[in-house]
């Protein structure tokens, strides 16, 4: 199985973000997700840097008629700034726990876009196995259609019970059915892709995916990555939790220029009006509700550890079953390879046999729409597999 593996573990060489399909999704969803994107940085931008306060700028104008003989007013601007230098670590920690949480955001947004342009080319593969199945369901009632021919000369001739010739009408009328069927799927499918897309899917190459490695899979995994980001970011809020109940040393600055009261000023006044008051405080809060606050951080960051083990295990499992679903899907080739041989042999004596008399062309047209039949099931097991890669690919990176 290793040496399989190693074999297989070939990345795709014209990957989607190389070609056509890489910008397969609509405009405006391409602009929906550059929104969020940048969304994402401004706010992570925004939040690494709210430890630090804003300065306060202030004027006022004051008015005041306590003199008799006139109305005195006075102005006055000041420049006021109380910024936190110390937090016990939670300045570290909360530059810190941004970044995590810009990271983890984005890979959730990344895998938010490529599931949509891996349901886009799903869709593709599904159009591509339902213009197959079409094909296989036409030829089915032409066989369909010759069985009942043979059937009623056989029961016109009083060789064959009216049951026999019953079973072949009613097939014949639900594989009609069942191709009507399809045309409506078909429709639906086109729908749907208009829906993520602006293009025309019958001008898109559809892509052949190839097996991954399990070790890139699950590198590249991004839910795996997600939840790896979202546990550092969770670990990151649990210390800021406990630094902010914690000493914090601040210091305060104030610069104010403004105009002296009469009633203090004066020639011989020790007062200025432009002056400078600054210092420092020491503060720590004394919360009832901090222990259950730093219990409750610590706790979602024990979950957040969790979830990446369980992923691990996820992605494993993941793996796994598409590994084990290719394998099943090449046996189901390898049979119909095996029955395409017996056709072409069957084929090539009922031609003979037609030729001889024993046999009539109708025979030999059942066989030639069996031969097709079982060709077409090889291209839609092969469609199943893609859609199984797919699965893979629109969950890890630098892939598609």
Not at 170 to 193: H, I, V
Not at 350 to 373: F, H, P, V, Y
């Amino acid at each position: 199985m290793k040496r399989l593996l190693v074999l297989c573990s070939v990345w795709l060489s014209s990957a989607l973000y190389a070609d056509e399909l890489s910008t397969i999704l609509s405009e405006n969803k391409e602009l929906l997700f550059d929104y969020d994107f940048k969304s994402n940085e401004l706010q992570s931008d925004m939040l690494s840097k709210s430890w630090i306060n804003p300065v306060k700028v202030r004027y006022g104008k004051d008015y005041t008629t306590r003199f008799r003989d006139r109305t005195i007013n006075t102005g006055t601007f000041s420049v006021f700034i109380d910024q936190p230098i110390f937090r016990s670590g939670g300045i570290y920690y909360a530059i810190k726990y941004s970044g995590a949480l810009r990271d983890a955001n984005e890979a959730e947004l990344k895998l938010q876009k490529r599931k949509m342009i891996g349901d886009a080319v799903s869709i593709l593969f599904s159009l591509e196995k339902n213009r197959l199945e079409q094909k296989k369901m036409r030829y089915l009632v032409k066989n369909d259609k010759i069985d009942i021919r043979q059937k009623k000369d056989s029961y016109d001739a009083g060789i064959l019970d009216s049951s026999f010739l019953d079973q072949s009408i009613l097939k014949k009328s639900q594989d009609e059915a069942t191709l009507l069927e399809l045309e409506l799927n078909y429709l639906e499918f086109k729908q749907r892709f208009s829906l993520l897309s602006d293009k025309n899917p019958d001008k898109l190459k559809l892509p052949k995916l190839k097996m991954l490695s399990k070790k890139n899979y699950a590198k590249q995994n991004l839910e795996l990555k997600k939840d790896v980001l979202r546990a550092e970011e969770s670990s990151y809020n649990a210390k800021v939790t406990i630094a902010k109940y914690l000493p914090t040393l601040s210091v305060q600055g104030q610069y104010t220029d403004g105009d002296l009261n009469p009633l203090f000023g004066g020639q011989n006044s020790a007062l200025e009006e432009k002056y400078y008051n600054y210092g420092f405080s020491v503060s720590m809060p004394l919360d009832i509700n901090s222990f259950s606050d730093i219990e409750a951080a610590k706790v979602e960051k024990l979950r957040a550890a969790t979830q990446v083990l369980d992923r691990k295990d996820t992605v494993n499992e993941e793996y796994m079953w598409i590994y084990n679903s290719l394998n099943i899907l090449d046996k189901k080739i390898y049979l119909a390879q095996k029955d395409e041989k017996v056709y072409k042999n069957l084929l090539r004596l009922t031609k003979d046999l037609a030729r001889a008399g024993e046999k009539t062309s109708l025979d030999a047209d059942i066989m030639s729409n069996s031969l097709q039949i079982r060709k077409l099931d090889q291209k839609i097991y092969r469609i199943d597999k893609q859609l199984k890669l797919l699965q893979l690919y629109i969950r890890v990176e630098n892939v598609l």
